[in-house]
């Protein structure tokens, strides 16, 4: 079965740490654009950064509320993303997602979604 | 940078057809055809139902359909049955290499 599975997620304070982790399974991730998108409790997605595959350079992108605070990075014979939160802020509190970018349909699609994990920030 | 415009709630009785906006910029909309259409169920993860403006994935029923116009791209949904009922959000490509979403509409199915 393909999927996305999150994990890592939950009860920070603010200026704390946390690592997400995202584990692949059912295809090989090592060819494709991985992103990460979050929802706030009862607001809209936002994207918040991606890692190209390597075979692309394996750069990142992040979204300005989180550059400089959050890492993306990947682990292609684990077939596993991460996302490194630094500096936690209460309005980093949202579910997580991990997802593929531009994977079977089209660029910049997000085809498969994990099911998210919940991050909260508060004291 | 903004968040993809979009109304706030649509509605529409079974049958029916009905279109959401999502209207951006000159950077992102207007300037790529990386539009994407997403369907949200509550506590489910999103599902993608159209990719590259007006393309399909597979298993996604052609009662959905996507367009775009200048700065503004379009959701409709034709045939509206009960189970179409959730939050859609569109999304585009912009320039410096991010991505937007928009705000999400809620589709009520009266």
């Known amino acids: 079965e393909v999927q996305l599975v999150e994990s890592g997620g939950g009860l920070v304070k603010p200026g704390g740490s946390l690592t997400l982790s995202c584990a692949a399974s059912?295809?090989?991730?090592?060819?494709?654009?991985m992103s990460w998108v979050r929802q706030a409790p009862g607001k809209g997605l936002e994207w918040i950064g991606r890692i190209k595959s390597k075979t692309d350079g394996g750069t990142t992108d992040y979204a300005a509320p989180v550059k400089g605070r959050f890492i993306i990075s990947r682990d292609d014979s684990k077939n596993m993303v991460y996302l490194q939160m630094k500096s936690l802020k209460i309005e980093d509190t949202a579910v997580y997602y991990c997802?593929?970018?531009?994977?079977?349909?089209?660029?910049?699609?997000?085809?498969?979604w994990g099911q998210g994990t919940m991050v909260t920030v508060s004291s | 940078q903004s968040a993809l415009a979009q109304p706030a709630s649509v509605s529409g009785s079974p049958g029916q057809s009905i279109t959401i906006s999502c209207t951006g910029t000159s950077s992102d909309i207007g300037r790529y055809d990386y539009v994407s259409w997403y369907q949200q169920h509550p506590g489910k993860a999103p599902k993608l139902m159209i990719y590259?403006?007006?393309n399909r994935p597979s298993g996604v029923s052609d009662r959905f359909s996507g367009s775009k116009s200048g700065n503004t791209a379009s959701l409709t949904i034709s045939g509206l049955q009960a189970e179409d009922e959730g939050d859609y959000y569109c999304s585009s490509y912009s320039t410096s290499s991010t991505l937007l979403f928009g705000g999400g509409t809620k589709l009520t199915v009266l």
């Open positions: 059912g295809f090989t991730s090592t060819n494709v654009w």
């Open positions: 590259n403006v007006s």
């Open positions: 997802t593929t970018e531009g994977y079977i349909y089209g660029y910049h699609a997000f085809a498969m």
